[in-house]
Nanobody
Framework: QVQLVESGGGLVQPGGSLRLSCAAS????????MGWYRQAPGKERELVAT???????NYADSVRGRFTISRENAKKTVALQMNNLKPEDTAVYYC????????????WGQGTQVTVSS
């Protein structure tokens, strides 16, 4: 059983910063992709950023240059440093881990709320 536990959400003013963290536990294949997705009210879940176990990163255009994703493989953690936050970044942020080994394994955290408002 794989579990993902997120932390670090909250309320921040425009231009502020937040850091999200996610810890994975359970039986996880060493070659995997961890990432952050978000879902705003009335919208579909969208990719924010991903990082492979080898360290390759991918960002949504809307956050590139403002957000930084990082991971520690030994600790099975992934973090998202969010700077210069904007009201449109308001959403529930979900941690994800996935890998393929004969089939696709795809796990999600419970989500953490990020609200950017003055």
């Amino acid at each position: 059983q794989v579990q993902l536990v997120e932390s670090g959400g909250g309320l921040v003013q425009p231009g502020g910063s937040l850091r999200l963290s996610c810890a994975a536990s359970g039986s996880i294949f060493s070659i995997n992709v961890m990432g952050w997705y978000r879902q705003a009210p009335g919208k579909e879940r969208e990719l924010v950023a991903t990082i492979t176990s080898g360290g390759s990163t991918n960002y949504a255009d809307s956050v590139r240059g403002r957000f930084t994703i990082s991971r520690e493989n030994a600790k099975k953690t992934v973090a998202l440093q969010m700077n210069n936050l904007k009201p449109e970044d308001t959403a529930v942020y979900y941690c994800n881990i996935r890998w393929s080994w004969s089939t696709l394994y795809d796990y999600w955290g419970q989500g953490t709320q990020v609200t950017v408002s003055s």
